[in-house]
């Protein structure tokens, strides 16, 4: 059952964002909590697509969906699951897109299930009661892990070694985990799967063809075979869902851990490789910015054109997302020197210059120079930057830099 408070507040920002871009970030009202005694706060993806043969959406057509989701979102205080327990909806993010819909829902709850169950009731319901989306289907509902922490999961279930819940302090074991021994290699049937799964995955990246990978029909124009270029797509796809999910992991260790990176010692999945001298500029604004351009900027990887970066923030998530595909293919086994050439032949194609990697060559002082809100400035006006990406208000909990 899902309570709805209709006298709740809208959280801030929400109403200042142009639901018509496709992506609508909305920061919770306070900080929402990695923990709650018993109680754990969980990212819930949930992707919920057009039906079958409708034509895609257009952008007043994404505004007006957008508008609904938002309402019946901002109207749930609760959802009650078995022998009355209750599950908060902490916090939100929708993206609307031409073939559907992205949402992340934070739902405080005391297991996994009971929060992946509570979001795919929340969303189902959502749906019935709005008549213009009563036909669109749930296609995804889960809480997504880095492949080493599900494999960790996995050896650990229910064992002494289980690991924690607390997103921050999967993060600290992570970062502090010693390296893989040869044990823990994979079955040959699990790579056949995982290179099945990437292979299927690459007609997604439907910004880029094959050719984007070194893949040519002409034999002598060919660089890598059709399977590399493939398996190197479907890598970049499959990539796409982790690093935006380490970005959320990071935001909720920020905002616990906070004000600034530079100010705790508390390690993250993402924040740790931006370059290092900025770290007390990236505070939880900063961390948000950089997650919506992130959602933004893969979103576009999946339409027919993506163009180049659009800013220095998507340069580096672009390449944290090649090192995330580079990593995927390695873990299961598929990194061959042509899967990697392939990855390498995508690099240099999309990326315009490397000018974004003098941000990490180290200054006398140690000082950064500059300011990171110059990082989601347009490259020109025919770039796309979202419009919350954008926005140097400067409207911040912390404290000013000096």
Not at 321 to 343: G, N, P, R, W
Request: glycine share 6%.
């Amino acid at each position: 059952m899902i309570s709805h408070d209709h006298a709740k507040p809208c959280p801030k920002g929400a109403d200042a964002l142009p639901l018509g871009s496709g992506f609508l970030p909305v920061p919770a009202p306070g900080k929402p909590p990695l923990r709650h005694h018993d109680r754990v706060t969980y990212a819930v993806t949930v992707d919920v697509d057009l039906p079958k043969g409708a034509p895609e959406l257009d952008v007043l057509q994404r505004e007006g969906v957008g508008f609904m989701l938002r309402k019946g979102l901002d109207s749930i205080a609760a959802i009650e699951g078995p022998d009355g327990m209750e599950v908060d909806l902490v916090d939100d993010v929708i993206a609307v897109h031409p073939t559907g819909v992205l949402l992340k829902l934070f739902v405080d709850a005391p297991a996994l299930e009971f929060a992946e169950d509570a979001a795919r009731e929340v969303v189902a319901e959502l749906l019935e009661r709005s008549e213009p989306l009563s036909d669109w289907e749930i296609t995804r509902c889960g809480v997504e892990l880095h492949p080493d922490l599900l494999q960790e999961s996995l050896d650990a279930a229910d064992g002494p070694d289980a690991p924690p819940a607390d997103p921050a302090e999967r993060a600290r074991r992570h970062a502090a985990a010693e390296p893989a021994t040869g044990s823990g290699r994979l079955d040959r049937d699990e790579v056949d799967a995982m290179r099945r799964t990437l292979r299927a995955l690459a007609p997604t990246l439907r910004a880029f063809p094959l050719e984007a990978f070194g893949h040519r029909e002409d034999e002598e124009e060919r660089i890598v075979s059709r399977e590399a270029a493939e398996v190197a797509a479907g890598a970049v796809v499959y990539a796409i869902d982790l690093l935006v999910d380490e970005l959320f992991t990071d935001l909720a260790g920020l905002e616990e851990d906070g004000p600034t990176v530079a100010e705790t010692e508390a390690p993250f999945m993402v924040l740790d490789d931006l370059p290092p001298q900025f770290a007390l500029q990236y505070t939880v604004l900063f961390v948000r910015r950089l997650t919506v351009t992130a959602v933004t900027m893969t979103g576009r990887l999946t339409q027919p054109h993506f163009g180049r970066p659009s800013c220095v923030a998507e340069e580096l998530l672009l390449k944290f997302l090649l090192a995330q595909a580079e990593v995927t293919a390695d873990l299961y086994e598929l990194l061959s020197d042509e899967v990697e050439t392939a990855l390498q032949v995508f690099a240099d194609g999309v990326f315009e210059d490397t000018d974004h990697e003098w941000l990490y060559a180290p200054t006398a002082d140690g000082v950064a120079k500059g300011a990171v809100q110059d990082w989601f400035i347009p490259f020109g006006d025919e770039r796309y930057v979202h419009p919350y990406a954008a926005n140097d208000d400067g409207d911040d909990d912390e404290e000013p830099l000096d």
